[in-house]
């Protein structure tokens, strides 16, 4: 897999992610995270190599993936109702069934009661899950989360991770996760998928050997702690070379 | 609330020493047709309502309403092309522009050759004087829209109608009512002067003849006039920016 963008950020990475399955992506910066994104989502074309959804290679991947930015990017003149519609809008879906299914979601969402406001009187926690609603609606069956939580606040940032995790074991969606938290990574996944930088490019795939469901005593076990600090010696050693 | 009292207070008691003042000098002077009064401002505008407001004002609203409709209509419409087109951006721009250092003043009484005193030659100068905001705050505003909610809305499939409407429309407005804001405040300055160089009716016309007759307070009554159309017309910009953008609202 590579990008038109020279130098190849990507070159010789290869991966396979099995349906319902949580992964996270971890890498230094410039290790071309957001060009894996990118790829995937079909915002860019690979110059070589291919990317299968669900089996299939398809040429024009947009729309086909549940996106959920770094950014909330909700848009401030549309209210939460609006905002979280806006994939079922697109795809030409009746306003008040596009309405009807983000009601009824947003209970679900610890969103009830806010859909007539403006996305600058909500919290940054809810921000985001409006933003993860919307990925959601999209209606795809495979989500990517681009560093979701890394503008929230510690505390609200282990509330949404207890609360994605309970969401996706509910409705067995397969999840992509980027992240540069390791501890998150490790709560979250079934898998670390860790990139190399330039110029040797791999990934290394991680299996987590824990359980579901999680809890956040999990992550204090030593096995886990011992494969944190693996992880993040690796990391620190690809910054500083 | 004694908060808003104030600022409301410090400019009305501004307003009123300057007023005063002026009323003072204008006494002590006491060449009318040079320097008149306020309040022989006022009474001349009592005098004239009937002529003023009947006559002139609806002379002079009808040039500044479709100028600035047309403008609007221009302004918006070459917009859009530049930033659909980067040929026509390429164009417009400079010209645009260029456009702004032609002292329109000078220009007017080409317009009233062309289209003689008819209503034509005074909206041709609002309308120039008036497009420029509009349009270059528009194109501006359709730029303004951010990067990474276009990305976004393309991994949701969305065509390039959506992002004009669902995104590059909406991020534009509060620019647009800007553009419009100051381009209120120019109509009336725009018709004033094309109905000053030529015209039959209007409050620029009639303000001119009021010069003509050594007629000082008939030369501000109209101006008053004119001031408060101004005022007016942004106050009403402003309220439709009010409804159109709630979102906006600061608590």
């Known amino acids: 897999m590579e990008t038109s963008t020279e130098p190849n950020v990507l070159d010789n990475v290869s991966f396979h992610v099995n349906a319902g399955e949580f992964i996270s992506i971890i890498g230094p910066s410039g290790s071309g995270k957001s060009t894996l994104f990118k790829l995937i989502t079909g915002l860019e074309q690979p110059t070589s190599g291919e990317i299968l959804l669900n089996g299939q290679h398809d040429h024009n991947r947009l729309g086909r993936v549940g996106y959920m930015p770094q950014q909330d990017l909700l848009m401030p003149w549309r209210t939460i109702l609006k905002n979280a519609a806006l994939p079922l809008e697109l795809k030409g879906v009746a306003k008040n069934n596009a309405h009807q299914r983000v009601l009824e979601l947003l209970e679900e969402f610890g969103l009830k009661g806010v859909e007539h406001k403006y996305p600058r009187d909500l919290s940054g926690g809810m921000k985001q899950r409006v933003s993860f609603l919307r990925a959601v609606l999209s209606g795809s069956n495979i989500l990517l989360l681009d560093e979701p939580f890394s503008a929230l606040d510690a505390i609200t940032r282990m509330n949404m991770q207890a609360w994605l995790l309970e969401k996706w074991e509910k409705w067995k969606t397969t999840i992509l996760f980027i992240t540069h938290d390791v501890e998150e990574a490790l709560f979250l996944s079934d898998s670390v998928f860790v990139l190399s930088e330039t110029p040797v490019q791999h990934l290394e795939k991680i299996n987590v050997p824990l359980g579901r469901p999680r809890d956040f005593h999990m992550i204090h076990q030593p096995e886990i702690i011992k494969l944190k600090e693996q992880l993040i010696e690796q990391l620190r050693w690809r910054v500083t070379p | ?251």
């Open chain 2, 1 to 251: 609330m004694i908060q808003k009292r104030n600022s409301f207070l410090a400019p009305a008691l501004l307003v009123f020493i300057l007023l005063v003042t002026w009323e003072i000098a204008a006494r002590f002077i006491a060449i009318a047709f040079i320097l008149p009064s306020p309040t022989q401002v006022a009474m001349k505008l009592w005098e004239l309502k009937a002529i003023l407001f009947f006559v002139h004002l609806p002379a002079t609203l009808l040039v500044i309403l479709t100028g600035l409709l047309l403008s609007i209509i221009f302004g918006i419409g070459i917009a859009i092309w530049m930033n659909g087109s980067k040929i026509a951006e390429k164009a417009f721009y400079p010209i645009i522009i260029s456009s702004q250092t032609i002292p329109i003043i000078a220009l007017a009484p080409i317009f009233v050759l062309w289209f003689g005193y008819s209503l034509w030659s005074k909206v041709a100068v609002t309308l120039l004087i008036t497009f420029f905001p509009i349009t270059v705050n528009t194109y501006d505003g359709l730029r303004s829209s951010r990067q990474e909610i276009k990305e976004l809305l393309l991994t949701m499939g969305a065509s390039k109608r959506d992002i004009f409407f669902k995104l590059q429309v909406p991020s534009a407005l509060p620019h647009f009512y800007s553009g419009l804001k100051v381009a209120v405040t120019l109509s009336v300055i725009g018709a004033a002067i094309a109905e000053w160089l030529g015209a039959q009716a209007g409050l620029g016309f009639f303000s001119r003849r009021m010069m003509n007759q050594f007629d000082g307070a008939g030369v501000f009554a109209p101006i008053v006039l004119l001031s408060l159309v101004g005022i007016a017309l942004f106050l009403m910009v402003i309220a439709l920016e009010k409804i159109t953008l709630k979102w906006r609202k600061t608590k």
